[in-house]
């Protein structure tokens, strides 16, 4: 046998002295007091935080609906206000002999018109929330009368093709019935349109639509009131805001201007039944208010919500909800700055202790 083919046997314990000239008792002891320290800490902190997570956002979704609830009854009464001055106009006899006498006689009719433009006039006076009024002939062959703040050419074009927009047919599909439609964007605001379909007094006929235009920025400002007085119309920076979207998750109002006409699924699917419909028997209460967590924007966030009611039930705004987003590392950053602070001070205070011990064990 050839003995050049033979490898040494190496001792099987030759490497238990070398681990132990490494890692000398003090080390040892060191390093087990460390884990001891940081296991029981790691175990209580982890527990505790799920509790403070539970706690921190049930007080805030108490407190949340708790102002929403104040909020929806002031942007209730709001628009109620403008649902009242269009139940006005419906029903002032006057104000429809002018508009049928104008309808009938189209261009030459000036009287007429001016009697219309008068009434639009004096209820902007009263009401500085409004922004202007149109009114959209039916037969599409007279003239619209438009009185407006600002942009009065931008209104009058789009007046002029109002029946067939999205906003324009549901308000002829409610067939006199008081409308809220989806905003609208002229130049560089976004207004909101409550109109109806007017008709003649003897007859019926319809006469052509009749719209309430509302700056969604008065809408806004009623909603995050406390922002705009606070931050100066400065929104960099902020973790928490108030939107109002409606039943198919369109965006009505919110402070992020370009955010308004999109759809957030996410945030509709939390209020509404999966299939969209209406609750019933004992999930009837749920949809009006509540709350959940959802990402938007790609950041986590708690939702609050609650239903903005119609106190006028002909009116119709397609379920407005009022929404309350709340960024989660907002809510708990406080939580996390704790559990740091904890846990440096618990190795600094661990590892003073051992060096005292052994110090004194010399």
Same mark, same amino acid.
């Given at each position: 046998m050839n003995s050049s083919r033979i490898r040494p046997i190496k001792a099987r314990g030759s490497r238990r002295p070398i681990i132990q000239a490494r890692f000398s008792p003090r080390i040892t002891l060191f390093c087990l007091l460390i884990v001891l320290t940081?296991?029981?800490?790691? +175990?209580?902190?982890? +527990?505790?935080?799920?509790?403070?997570?539970?706690?921190?956002?049930?007080? %805030?979704?108490?407190?949340?609906?708790?102002?929403?609830?104040?909020?929806?009854?002031?942007?209730?009464?709001?628009?109620?206000?403008?649902?009242?001055?269009?139940?006005?106009?419906f029903v002032n006899n006057d104000f429809l002999t002018a508009l049928e006498k104008y309808c009938d006689h189209g261009n030459k009719a000036r009287e007429a018109a001016e009697t219309v433009k008068t009434c639009f006039h004096e209820h902007m006076k009263n009401d500085p929330g409004l922004f202007g009024f149109i009114f959209a002939g039916a037969s599409g062959q007279i003239e619209p009368i438009v009185v407006a703040k600002d942009s009065q050419e931008n209104f009058i074009a789009l007046s002029r093709k109002l029946k067939e927009t999205g906003a324009g047919r549901e308000i002829m599909e409610a067939d006199g019935g008081i409308v809220w439609a989806a905003p609208l964007k002229i130049n560089r605001g976004n207004y909101l349109l409550l109109g109806r379909l007017m008709k003649k007094i003897s007859t019926g006929a319809p006469l052509g639509i009749l719209a309430l235009v509302i700056d969604e920025e008065k809408i806004d400002r009623l909603v995050n009131l406390a922002f705009y007085e606070e931050l100066n119309d400065s929104w960099d920076g902020i973790d928490y805001y108030s939107l109002i979207i409606n039943s198919r998750g369109e965006i009505i109002s919110s402070p992020f201007k370009e955010e308004i006409g999109k759809k957030v699924p996410q945030i509709i699917e939390g209020i509404l039944p999966a299939n969209g419909g209406a609750l019933t028997g004992e999930d009837a209460g749920q949809g009006r208010q509540g709350s959940f967590l959802?990402?938007?924007?790609?950041?986590?966030?708690?939702?609050?919500?609650?239903?903005?009611?119609?106190?006028?039930?002909?009116?119709?705004?397609?379920?407005?909800?009022? %929404?309350?987003?709340?960024?989660?590392?907002?809510?708990?950053?406080?939580?996390? %700055?704790?559990a740091a602070t904890t846990l440096v001070l618990s190795l600094l205070f661990g590892a003073l202790a051992l060096l005292i011990s052994l110090y004194l064990t010399k």
């Amino acid at each position: 046998m050839n003995s050049s083919r033979i490898r040494p046997i190496k001792a099987r314990g030759s490497r238990r002295p070398i681990i132990q000239a490494r890692f000398s008792p003090r080390i040892t002891l060191f390093c087990l007091l460390i884990v001891l320290t940081l296991t029981p800490l790691l +175990i209580v902190g982890t +527990i505790s935080h799920g509790h403070f997570k539970e706690a921190v956002t049930g007080k %805030v979704v108490r407190y949340s609906l708790a102002e929403l609830t104040q909020t929806v009854n002031n942007l209730q009464e709001k628009l109620a206000g403008y649902e009242a001055v269009s139940l006005q106009l419906f029903v002032n006899n006057d104000f429809l002999t002018a508009l049928e006498k104008y309808c009938d006689h189209g261009n030459k009719a000036r009287e007429a018109a001016e009697t219309v433009k008068t009434c639009f006039h004096e209820h902007m006076k009263n009401d500085p929330g409004l922004f202007g009024f149109i009114f959209a002939g039916a037969s599409g062959q007279i003239e619209p009368i438009v009185v407006a703040k600002d942009s009065q050419e931008n209104f009058i074009a789009l007046s002029r093709k109002l029946k067939e927009t999205g906003a324009g047919r549901e308000i002829m599909e409610a067939d006199g019935g008081i409308v809220w439609a989806a905003p609208l964007k002229i130049n560089r605001g976004n207004y909101l349109l409550l109109g109806r379909l007017m008709k003649k007094i003897s007859t019926g006929a319809p006469l052509g639509i009749l719209a309430l235009v509302i700056d969604e920025e008065k809408i806004d400002r009623l909603v995050n009131l406390a922002f705009y007085e606070e931050l100066n119309d400065s929104w960099d920076g902020i973790d928490y805001y108030s939107l109002i979207i409606n039943s198919r998750g369109e965006i009505i109002s919110s402070p992020f201007k370009e955010e308004i006409g999109k759809k957030v699924p996410q945030i509709i699917e939390g209020i509404l039944p999966a299939n969209g419909g209406a609750l019933t028997g004992e999930d009837a209460g749920q949809g009006r208010q509540g709350s959940f967590l959802t990402t938007v924007n790609r950041e986590q966030n708690l939702v609050t919500y609650k239903a903005v009611d119609c106190k006028n039930k002909t009116a119709w705004r397609n379920s407005w909800y009022l %929404v309350n987003l709340v960024s989660t590392s907002f809510l708990y950053k406080e939580r996390r %700055v704790v559990a740091a602070t904890t846990l440096v001070l618990s190795l600094l205070f661990g590892a003073l202790a051992l060096l005292i011990s052994l110090y004194l064990t010399k």
